[in-house]
């Protein structure tokens, strides 16, 4: 037998068999009947048959998983493993540990299963829902007047918090048994959503106490005493709750808080000798303290005369405080960016409260941080997300009025091809980010807490956000600049730096967590071997490093092969569910999960310990992770909505760019790796022909700002769920109004300008050209009447406010109220 032919027959064995990650006993077999093909008839010599045969029941022997194997080769690989394995601090245990694996771990998986992705139920609203956003909260939002709350009353109308309180806004979360809503992660998200794009004042307000607060820690932590008391006073508004954990010491390493409290006993309401925690604490930028009347505080416990047990030392614990306790101190305000929600520092000193002020009572004393991450894992997932969404959709629909209504060069600015890359911008990220947003709530609603992912959500949908508000105030120009009452747009421009800074600022959420948590959580073997090798029973640890291990090294070879073997392909052999264009970029995702899989786990190989500090890498690491997450949400959202053919430069363009910014992450990583040779190497494998995944083309992002210009199905699909007035006077109703009243009016537009141009007309100013017209029979009076129309409210829709001298200080302080402190307890404790 030729021996090249058998060389490659065994490496297409092999290959094969890596590809399909078949277990370890059909690689033998597998082999055993190639060798013994061999043996019979290759005619090679006796010795080198005799040496192969010596070498597979070696292999064998270590790849089946015996019990010669875990004594002789995982026992002292283990001691190893455990040798080297980097400190992990409690904290950051607790915090890898929160919330559940999801996706996220398909993709970490480098061979993703499509059909599970479509098969995920489609997100939807009930009845109930539904009818909730299009009663209270579209009230709501009638009700506000963003101006008027950031810049004439820097607070809510009375009214506004009155109705949010009474109709139980600030009990989304909390079940109907408590009184509560009992709204999905979904309907939660499309409130917060729906409400951004009226103000972020209110939206900030209701979503704080839906989100990591009193009510979600009680919800899952709480004694059965604190929620019958609690819940059913959060739910009705009677309680308006706040979270401190930041310190001014402390902030993204809020592990780090020095507040503090010592457990003792002293007198509490009457009663001598009551075991309890004297805490001093200093918070600052906590939203919703000045009017506060429940303060959810986190602290580190001591215990230092061991009243509650041997240790000193019990760690963060998370208590429930009344604003009215002796020596709680609230009550000024700092003035976030633009926004008027109620924010400011709380401090007391030497506070008693008696014990069963813990949440969850004495037996979560010291299960503070794991407590926020798991609610951190879910609860992110939902506001940020919901209100970055809120602002792109916002920017979407009304760039696209703008870009079509407003003129320069006689042309709709929207058609000239520098404003039309921004304008395919806004569009493309609104389409993906909505596709994110929904897509992940949907996770939640099916009982998922999937920690990663919505640290990815929040993260790329907060960036995108940025990048979004950015181009909508470029393409705006002036008309973004200038604030007033008809600026739709300079508030969320100004407040965008909030939701990028809070819930885990962005800079450490990309550098430190996304990467850094998935690699250990997402992996598929990574947490199983730390387990085990953190394992007390010697002889569990053992069998289950063993299987861990070698279920790794399985992944790794698995990986490698089908990374490269994709590459030469361009995994154009692989079968994918879907429509023509969905089966291309299933395609190229297996190919780019599996290239990321194999990079992950080189990188956690070479670098180790150290990747915790190259944060660079891990967080290009974490970009490809959400890149690829994030374009397998526009091809779902794509899917659930009925492949809408219409919707498809909406989709080409987004996942095009996610997939161009994954490329660009590993070439940063292949740029920077510390080892060049393995940079080289690595580069070489997994993009064989250099780069393949350009930007969206030009063409397809005119393609998509045509479906902005103009009215079309696609439009309304992307911005469906924003608040818009029904009166023509509100500003981005009116803009609505002249993007309808302008398309109208060009036809009529197009014959005058014949007519002028043949010389029928000879006026020079509009109102004489359409006399003019009217007059010679050029247009009827009833497209007069449309082209009028079209020119007062393009005029309305492009002008700016302008105010007295003084910017009207004067006439403000004279018709509103000055807002003081005591007025606002006064105001929310009536
Ligand atoms: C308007 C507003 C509302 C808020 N509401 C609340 C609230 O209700 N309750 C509450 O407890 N807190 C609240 N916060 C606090 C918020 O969570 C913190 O601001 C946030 O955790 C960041 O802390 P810091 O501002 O002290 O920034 P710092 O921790 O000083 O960080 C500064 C910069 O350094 C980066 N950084 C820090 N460490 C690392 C690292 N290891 N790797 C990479 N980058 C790093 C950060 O990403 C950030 O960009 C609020 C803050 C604001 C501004």
């Not at 004694?223 to 902030?251: M, S």
């Not at 299960?367 to 951190?376: I, R």
């Not at 007033?484 to 939701?499: D, E, H, M, T, V």
């Not at 310990?609 to 526009?634: F, H, M, N, V, W």
Request: proline share 5%; aromatic share 8%.
């Amino acid at each position: 037998m030729n021996t090249l032919v058998a060389i490659l027959a065994v490496a297409g064995l092999l290959g094969f068999l890596a590809y399909h990650r078949l277990p370890a006993i059909v690689w033998t077999i597998a082999v055993a009947i190639g060798l013994l093909l061999l043996s019979a008839y290759s005619g090679w010599s006796p010795v080198l048959l005799g040496l192969l045969w010596i070498v597979f029941i070696a292999a064998a022997v270590v790849c089946n998983p015996t019990r010669l194997r875990r004594q002789q080769v995982s026992r002292p690989l283990l001691d190893v493993f455990r040798r080297i394995l980097p400190e992990v601090s409690q904290t950051e245990q607790e915090a890898i540990e929160a919330g559940t694996v999801w996706w996220e771990g398909e993709l970490f998986s480098g061979k993703p299963t499509w059909n599970r992705l479509l098969g995920y139920p489609r997100p939807a609203l009930s009845a109930e829902e539904q009818a909730f956003l299009d009663g209270p909260v579209e009230d709501l939002c009638q009700m506000l007047n963003d101006w008027q709350v950031t810049h004439e009353l820097c607070d809510l109308p009375q009214q506004a918090w009155q109705f949010i309180r009474e109709k139980g806004f600030l009990g989304l979360i909390i079940p109907k048994q408590y009184g509560g809503l009992g709204f999905s992660a979904l309907a939660h998200s499309e409130i917060i959503m729906k409400l951004t794009t009226r103000g972020s004042t209110a939206a900030i307000t209701v979503m704080v106490p839906n989100s990591l607060g009193p009510a979600e820690l009680l919800l899952h932590y709480g004694t059965e005493a604190q929620k019958e008391y609690y819940l059913p006073r959060l739910a009705q508004g009677l309680e308006i709750p706040c979270f401190a954990l930041t310190n001014p010491e402390a902030g993204s390493d809020a592990g780090a808080i020095p507040d503090f409290g010592v457990v003792c006993r002293d007198e509490w309401d009457g009663r001598l000798d009551v075991l309890g925690i004297r805490l001093t604490w200093e918070k600052r930028y906590i939203t919703l303290a000045p009017v506060a009347t429940l303060l959810g505080l986190a602290f580190r416990l001591y215990d230092p005369d061991h009243l509650l047990g041997d240790a000193d030392d019990l760690g963060i614990t998370l208590a429930l405080i009344p604003t009215t306790t002796p020596g709680v101190r609230v009550g000024r305000r700092h003035l976030p960016l633009g926004a008027a929600f109620m924010n400011g520092p709380t401090w007391g000193k030497d506070v008693f409260v008696p014990m069963d002020f813990v949440i969850g009572g004495g037996e979560r004393v010291g299960q503070g941080w794991k407590m926020l991450m798991n609610s951190l894992a879910a609860g992110r997932s939902i506001s940020l997300p919901a209100n970055s969404c809120g602002i792109a959709k916002l920017c979407a629909l009304t760039t696209g009025a703008y870009g079509r209504v407003r003129q320069q060069f006689r042309l709709s600015i929207g058609r000239f091809e520098g404003v039309e890359e921004a304008i395919a911008r806004i569009g493309g990220n609104a389409y993906i980010m909505d596709a994110a947003r929904v897509m992940t709530v949907g996770a939640l609603d099916m009982g998922e807490k999937p920690a990663v992912v919505s640290a990815i959500v929040k993260y790329h949908l907060t960036e995108r956000s940025r990048q979004v508000i950015n181009d909508a105030m470029d393409v705006h120009g002036g008309k973004g600049i200038c604030m007033g009452p008809s600026n739709y747009l300079a508030r969320g421009y100004q407040q965008q730096p909030i939701a990028i800074t809070v819930e885990g600022a962005n800079i450490l959420t990309r550098s430190m967590i996304i990467f850094g948590q998935g690699a250990i959580r997402g992996h598929p073997y990574v947490l199983k071997e730390i387990a085990a090798s953190g394992d007390t029973d010697a002889e569990r640890a053992v069998r289950d490093f063993d299987a861990a291990f070698f279920g790794h090294l399985l992944f790794v070879a698995s990986n490698a092969v089908r990374a490269v073997w994709l590459g030469l392909t361009g995994a154009r052999l692989m079968l994918a569910p879907g429509d023509r264009h969905m089966r291309r970029y299933f395609q190229r995702i297996t190919r780019l999960s599996a290239a990321f899989a194999l990079m992950a786990d080189i990188a956690m190989l070479t670098l180790g310990g150290a990747l915790k500090r190259r944060e660079r890498l891990s967080a290009r690491l974490g970009d490809i992770l959400s890149q690829l997450y994030l374009a397998c949400t526009a091809l779902k959202l794509y899917e659930d909505r009925g492949r809408p053919r219409e919707d498809l430069p909406l989709l080409h363009w987004s996942v095009r760019d996610a997939l161009h910014r994954a490329e660009e992450a590993f070439y940063g990583l292949f740029a920077n790796l510390p080892n060049p040779v393995a940079a080289w190497i690595l580069k070489h494998l997994l993009f064989p022909y250099g780069r393949r995944f350009p930007p969206p083309s030009d063409e397809l992002g005119h393609r998509l700002v045509g479906l902005l210009l103009e009215p079309t199905g696609a439009r309304q699909r992307l911005t469906a769920g924003i608040f818009v007035s029904r009166d023509e006077n509100d500003p981005v109703a009116g803009l609505e109004a002249a993007l309808l009243a302008v398309i109208a009016a060009e036809p009529v537009g197009a014959k005058i300008r014949k007519a002028r141009e043949e010389g029928e007309i000879a006026g020079r100013f509009p109102e004489e050209i359409i006399e003019e017209a009217l007059a010679k029979g050029v247009v009827t009076a009833e497209e007069k009447v449309v082209m009028e129309r079209a020119r007062r409210l393009r005029r309305k829709a492009i002008m700016v406010d302008d105010f007295p001298q003084d910017l009207g200080r004067t006439e403000i302080y004279q018709t509103t109220q000055p807002v003081t402190t005591d007025a606002l307890h006064g105001r929310i404790r009536s």
